[in-house]
């Protein structure tokens, strides 16, 4: 079965710093994976998604992922963190039926300034 | 703003109540799903429409059912409510095609709290 495992519940970085939000991924096949965010109060978006094309993901709002298959992992990066950075990330990964997708528990990002 | 509309925002009602929720996919999309968000669940999938017929099936208890219209909304209905139902629940929506590849478009969720 598919699962994603969000290796930490809260991240804390200072604006202007490189953010790095970790994700494991357990997959019985090639998985298609996603991030997602959502800012309190407010519904999911998606930031990118990796769909066995490219191994690095560019998404919206200077984000990128890495799919490493040797290491199951898909870490969420960003070279500058910005305050409108702070929210709830989401790692993804799509259910093996094809439809449902299946959450992480989710990094909270906290962005001083 | 993703196109998905969900209704109402907030809903507050009593343990043992019925309650409806509401969803309208993004235009031209077929595929309806169904979230649930709690505290001690996470986010987890409910229940997928496709065209009007049930598709998949999570996480569902037997006191919440589903359905989708012609004109391609859907509702969840919840009875016999419990506190633990308590939650945000999002609606998603994806399509036309019947391929896995879809990204699916989230709505603003609706925020039931069981007292």
């Known amino acids: 079965a598919q699962s994603v495992t969000q290796l930490d519940s809260h991240v804390s970085v200072s604006e202007g710093t490189p953010v790095l939000l970790r994700c494991n991924y357990s997959?019985?096949?090639?998985?298609?994976l996603f991030w997602y965010v959502q800012h309190p109060n407010k519904g999911l978006q998606l930031l990118l998604k990796?769909?066995?094309?490219?191994?690095l993901v560019k998404g919206i709002n200077g984000f990128e992922a890495e799919f490493k298959k040797s290491e199951t992992s898909f870490h969420l990066t960003k070279p500058s963190a910005h305050m409108s950075d702070a929210a709830e990330y989401f790692c993804?990964?799509?259910?093996?039926?094809?439809?449902?997708?299946?959450f992480g528990k989710g990094t909270t990002l906290s962005v001083s300034s | 703003d993703s196109g998905v509309t969900q209704t109402p925002k907030h809903l507050i009602t009593a343990t043992g109540q019925r309650v409806t929720l509401r969803c309208s996919p993004r235009?031209?999309?077929?595929?309806v799903y169904w979230y649930q968000q709690s505290l001690d669940q996470g986010l987890q999938f409910l229940i997928q429409?496709?065209?009007?017929?049930?598709?998949a099936k999570g996480n569902i208890l037997e006191r919440f059912s589903a359905q989708q219209f012609p004109d391609l909304h859907s509702e969840l209905n919840l009875s016999s409510l419990e506190l633990g139902d308590s939650a945000l629940y999002f609606c998603?929506?994806?399509?036309?095609?019947?391929?896995?590849?879809?990204?699916?478009?989230f709505g603003p969720g609706t925020r039931l709290t069981v007292l």
């Open positions: 998603a929506s994806s399509g036309p095609a019947r391929g896995t590849s879809n990204e699916q478009f």
């Open positions: 997959s019985s096949y090639s998985p298609s």
């Open positions: 993804v990964v799509r259910g093996q039926a094809g439809t449902a997708l299946i």
């Open positions: 990796y769909t066995s094309a490219a191994t």
């Open positions: 429409y496709y065209n009007g017929e049930e598709r």
């Open positions: 235009s031209g999309d077929l595929s």
